[in-house]
């Protein structure tokens, strides 16, 4: 079973880990606001994350995307919320600049994201569908899975706020800010389209 998990992880880490709506908006909000800032907002992914998992182990995603009315009503609301999140991204102001009362990223808003993301069911999906775990029984494999993918999924998020937080310590001049603030906008929008298109 050791050996189970060690591939599954190492499978997890590149496809999880990658860039995607999730893990790039956590490292602009870390850019835009800090860590300690955006700290709700990576909850609320990491939680919703968490669903992902549990939406797809229980087999509910499946059920919810076999209905084209549902999948489409989903694609066009999560588009939308991409486009709001990447908006926030690129005009946030520099972190020098922040007003410490200002609008900082929300839990339920993190939380949204990760339950709109299309690359989340893509590679979560994928891993948990390829991955074989022998275990005793089939409910021990189904636990051992799914405490391994929201392991990686939590770790991977969180050192990607991190890295976009570390990016933005040295990005205190508000010209440099804008431009990151405005790449991780783009980069955002062009994984969601990434992830529609395929």
């Given at each position: 079973?050791?050996?189970?998990l060690?591939?599954?992880?190492?499978?997890?880490?590149?496809?999880?880990?990658?860039?995607?709506?999730?893990?790039?908006?956590?490292?602009?909000?870390?850019?835009?606001?800090?860590v300690?800032?955006?700290?709700?907002?990576?909850?609320?992914?990491?939680l919703?994350?968490v669903?992902?998992?549990l939406?797809?182990?229980?087999?509910?995603?499946?059920?919810?995307?076999?209905l084209?009315?549902?999948?489409?009503t989903?694609?066009v609301?999560?588009g939308?919320?991409?486009?709001?999140?990447?908006?926030?991204i690129?005009?946030?102001?520099?972190?020098?600049a922040s007003?410490p009362g200002?609008?900082?990223?929300?839990?339920?808003?993190?939380f949204?994201?990760?339950?709109a993301?299309?690359?989340?069911?893509?590679?979560?999906?994928?891993?948990?569908?390829?991955?074989?775990i022998?275990?005793?029984n089939?409910?021990?494999?189904t636990?051992?899975?799914i405490?391994?993918l929201?392991l990686?999924?939590?770790?991977?998020?969180?050192?990607w706020?991190a890295?976009?937080?570390?990016i933005?310590?040295?990005l205190?001049?508000?010209?440099?800010?804008?431009?990151?603030?405005?790449?991780f906008?783009v980069?955002?929008?062009?994984?969601?389209?990434?992830?529609f298109?395929?």
């Amino acid at each position: 079973m050791t050996d189970d998990l060690v591939l599954l992880i190492a499978a997890a880490l590149p496809l999880m880990g990658s860039p995607g709506p999730a893990t790039l908006s956590l490292a602009g909000m870390g850019a835009a606001h800090g860590v300690r800032r955006s700290a709700r907002y990576a909850a609320g992914i990491n939680l919703g994350t968490v669903a992902v998992v549990l939406l797809i182990a229980t087999g509910v995603t499946a059920m919810i995307l076999g209905l084209p009315a549902m999948r489409m009503t989903i694609a066009v609301l999560a588009g939308f919320y991409m486009l709001y999140l990447a908006w926030h991204i690129a005009t946030a102001p520099p972190l020098a600049a922040s007003d410490p009362g200002s609008h900082t990223p929300s839990f339920v808003g993190g939380f949204a994201l990760a339950i709109a993301n299309p690359k989340a069911y893509a590679a979560i999906g994928a891993i948990y569908v390829g991955s074989t775990i022998e275990a005793g029984n089939a409910a021990s494999a189904t636990i051992a899975k799914i405490l391994v993918l929201v392991l990686v999924a939590i770790t991977v998020n969180t050192v990607w706020l991190a890295v976009g937080a570390a990016i933005a310590s040295t990005l205190r001049d508000p010209a440099k800010a804008r431009i990151v603030n405005l790449v991780f906008a783009v980069l955002l929008l062009a994984s969601v389209a990434w992830a529609f298109l395929r």
